[in-house]
């Protein structure tokens, strides 16, 4: 291969890259929708119903969409390392690069954060809001009208 095709293939490919990278945030906005669409309705839901066990249902929903949105961003941010390196070839920092790696790269960086960086990356105001809120206050919610504070 010569450099010239080389050159042209890490730049398809950083272009392709960044593509991914940003259609990723328009499918976490996405679920932060959902989130908020039936979290929301099923507080709504548990005081129109008088039911306290729907605050749960909505605090545990909102939950799993935070977990959902939180693993979004870890598949996300694995393209981050092949961009990143792509860039510091064209920048001259990085002389010997192979094109075409994006699956390679991307599955090492995935497996290489584990449960820690989903967990801290949960802790992202970008990520929580509005999914944590909504867990929150569906919690403290139902612990209210246990403890007989409100009715509903």
Do not use: C
Request: aromatic share 16%; no cysteine.
């Amino acid at each position: 291969m010569t450099s010239e095709e080389k050159h042209e293939l890490l730049k398809s490919e950083y272009l392709h890259l960044q593509k991914v990278i940003e259609d990723f945030d328009g499918r976490a906005v996405t679920i932060k929708a959902w989130s908020i669409s039936f979290s929301l309705v099923a507080l709504v839901s548990a005081f129109a119903s008088h039911a306290a066990p729907i605050l749960l249902v909505a605090s545990f929903s909102a939950l799993l969409f935070w977990i959902i949105e939180s693993f979004w961003k870890t598949f996300q941010y694995a393209y981050y390392d092949r961009a990143g390196d792509i860039e510091e070839f064209f920048r001259g920092d990085k002389r010997d690069l192979i094109p075409l790696q994006i699956g390679v790269f991307w599955y090492k960086r995935w497996k290489s954060g584990g449960m820690r960086r989903l967990i801290r990356i949960m802790g992202w105001p970008h990520v929580a809001l509005p999914h944590a809120l909504i867990f929150f206050v569906g919690l403290i919610l139902f612990v209210i009208v246990q403890a007989k504070v409100i009715n509903i």
